[in-house]
């Protein structure tokens, strides 16, 4: 199921282009970009990072928006497998250390007309090498904001949902997105360090 916007919410910023809205708000929550608004109006794709400073690892959270003339499964099934190819792990050690890598990438579709979007892009999020992939859909023409909505109560797919609808302005309270990632660092090193111990009380004995 989807949550569809149709009119700008309440404590959105001001301004009725929700791509807009979302660059703002993005600049406000510290991150960068070195195409801006004016490259987004010319060749119809710009990207924002922001780095994420984590207990054992760090962290990247990317906004990326693309034009796009028409909208369909094989777009999403296109884009989807391109974009985490792009982020995830890629060498040996980066695939060994990917449980404690965060990779966040929201890919913005922003789709023109004025025809409402009901994709079910919850079978598109992908976590892949470390990676995350979200999809949203985007039609400024109605103000219609399109994205997985996740309903399971644990998991690091539910604070990243939350986190978005925090920048879209639905949520009043900010979202700690990184909460379960870092919870799950601990885990793995605590399994780690187990394992190391048993390997030198082996030698030992």
Known sequence: MQELKAE??????????PVLRLMERLGDEGF??????????EYGEVIYRREEHLPLTKGETVFIFTRVDEMNDKILRQTSESVV???RA????????SVLQSTTVYHCLVVSGDTPHNEMLDAYITRRGGAT?????IIPAINEVVYPQIEDKVGVMKPRIE?????LGERRETVAMHRATIQAMWISAAVVLV???AIVLS???
């Not at 960068?32 to 109006?41: I, L, R, S």
């Not at 890629?90 to 250390?97: H, I, R, T, V």
């Open 8 to 17: 700008k919410p309440p404590e959105s910023p001001a301004g009725s282009d």
């Open 195 to 197: 394992l190391v111990i």
């Open 90 to 97: 890629k060498n040996p050690l980066q695939m060994a250390l």
């Open 133 to 137: 992939f979200i999809p949203v859909i």
């Open 163 to 167: 986190y978005l609808q925090y920048l």
């Open 32 to 41: 960068t970009t070195e195409q801006g608004p004016e490259w987004w109006d």
């Open 203 to 205: 030698f030992v004995t």
């Open 85 to 87: 190819h792009t982020y």
